[in-house]
């Protein structure tokens, strides 16, 4: 008979202690706790977000020694008026060495007035018309107004009547000539701030269709400022990555320069901007019970009550999660293994789990439990 219950007393003295090491599986303050899992669920992926595509193009141009579209005038945002007293235009001086041709193009922000816009080369008129605001006008200017030496371009509007008076509000305005001259090419391109907050990747891509360059010196390219390529290229297609901390919101700039005598015939350069412009927000619901026994363990006064989980986010921007359990609810900014802390009494034999946010996420080893800190 002894001997049989020493047999019972060891073999239950087993059972607990495997239960007792069971209950040490969290800690948060790293001292010994009991806790009860309630309730456990890997949601994956929730919510979807999907990339938009917007390409800025600069068309063709060549860089270094020889004949080319050389940039005369840049500017991202002027205004242009004529009133009876005073008014404003671009007026600019441009030093050719063999000058064939020109052009101007630009945009039409807005117009106040009834006046015409108008452009003269050394005098002559050569465009005048009424714009309508959001009208983007194609300006060339032909070899018979163009000289070696110094040419002035004025691009003005007139006051649409004796007694009135016109303004033009314009943007993106570039004036180019082509002519034989050492040139280094500069464009302005804008990048809006949903692009910014939600940046995927972004490239510059542009094409040497004939093996006609001179590469005595590399090609060098610039984003604001800040190079981003250098390299003695031959006929090819590149295309150089620009990082999100590359490119601002608004205005920035990308300039293609070479040394000496070299010279590149860029074609198609392109700027292509990813974001994720599409999302659909998800939430993840569960219902889970519990029994009288948990709910006793849960209400006790030396026991406090957690969700935990782990957290991916899968975009670029960092959105809150609203965490809710029944009646509470919670808003937090995850990052990785998150805690969120449940008020007594909030937990009850039926329960609703909620968890919902603004964008694209991973929720995996979620636990709803309780924790009593051991003596």
């Known amino acids: 008979m002894d001997n049989e219950f020493a047999v019972i007393l060891v073999a239950g003295l087993a059972v607990f202690g495997l239960f007792w090491v069971a209950s040490q599986n969290y800690n948060f303050n790293n001292q010994a706790t009991s806790d009860i899992t309630f309730y456990q669920n890997d949601f994956g992926q929730i919510g979807e977000a999907t990339q938009d595509i917007r390409t800025v193009n600069f068309g063709t141009f060549s860089v270094g020694e020889g004949r080319g579209d050389i940039q005369a005038y840049t500017a991202q945002?002027?205004?242009?008026?004529?009133?009876?007293?005073?008014?404003?235009?671009?007026?600019?001086n441009y030093q050719a060495t063999a000058p064939t041709t020109g052009h101007i193009e630009f945009e039409v922000l807005g117009k106040d007035g009834k006046g015409a816009m108008y452009v003269k080369v050394n005098g002559n008129e050569i465009f005048k018309e009424k714009l309508v605001t959001t009208g983007t006008p194609s300006i060339?200017?032909?070899?018979?107004?163009?000289?070696?030496?110094?040419?002035?371009?004025?691009i003005g509007t007139t006051k649409g009547g004796l007694f009135s008076s016109t303004e033009y509000s314009i943007e993106d305005v570039e004036v180019t000539v082509n002519?034989?001259?050492?040139?280094?090419?500069?464009k302005s391109f804008r990048v809006y701030?949903?692009?910014?907050?939600?940046?995927?990747a972004?490239?510059?891509?542009?094409?040497?269709p004939i093996d006609?360059?001179?590469?005595?010196?590399?090609?060098?390219?610039?984003?604001?400022?800040?190079?981003?390529?250098s390299q003695r290229i031959s006929r090819s297609t590149q295309s150089i990555s620009i990082d999100r901390e590359q490119i601002n919101t608004g205005y920035n700039t990308v300039r293609f320069e070479t040394e000496g005598n070299?010279?590149?015939?860029?074609?198609?350069?392109?700027?292509?901007?990813?974001?994720?412009?599409?999302?659909?927000?998800?939430?993840?619901?569960?219902?889970?019970?519990?029994n009288q026994s948990s709910l006793s363990f849960a209400n006790r006064e030396e026991t406090s009550e957690y969700v935990n989980f782990n957290y991916v986010n899968l975009m670029p921007s960092q959105n809150p999660v609203q965490v809710t359990v029944n009646s509470f609810s919670e808003t937090i900014t995850p990052r990785g293994f998150s805690v969120v802390k449940i008020p007594e009494e909030t937990l009850q034999e039926e329960n609703?789990?909620?968890?919902s946010s603004n964008g694209s996420y991973i929720i995996r080893n979620l636990n709803v439990l309780s924790q009593r800190p051991q003596e």
């Open 212 to 229: 006609s360059s001179t590469r005595t010196a590399p090609l060098e390219v610039f984003v604001n400022d800040e190079q981003v390529f």
């Open 352 to 355: 609703t789990l909620r968890i």
């Open 262 to 290: 070299a010279r590149y015939d860029l074609e198609n350069i392109d700027l292509t901007v990813r974001y994720f412009g599409t999302i659909e927000p998800g939430t993840a619901t569960a219902s889970f019970d519990m």
């Open 179 to 186: 002519d034989r001259k050492f040139n280094d090419y500069e």
């Open 77 to 92: 945002e002027a205004t242009v008026k004529n009133k009876l007293i005073g008014g404003q235009k671009i007026e600019l």
């Open 202 to 208: 972004a490239n510059l891509s542009f094409t040497l």
């Open 140 to 154: 060339n200017i032909s070899s018979d107004v163009l000289k070696p030496g110094e040419n002035k371009i004025v």
């Open 193 to 200: 701030q949903y692009e910014i907050e939600e940046f995927a």
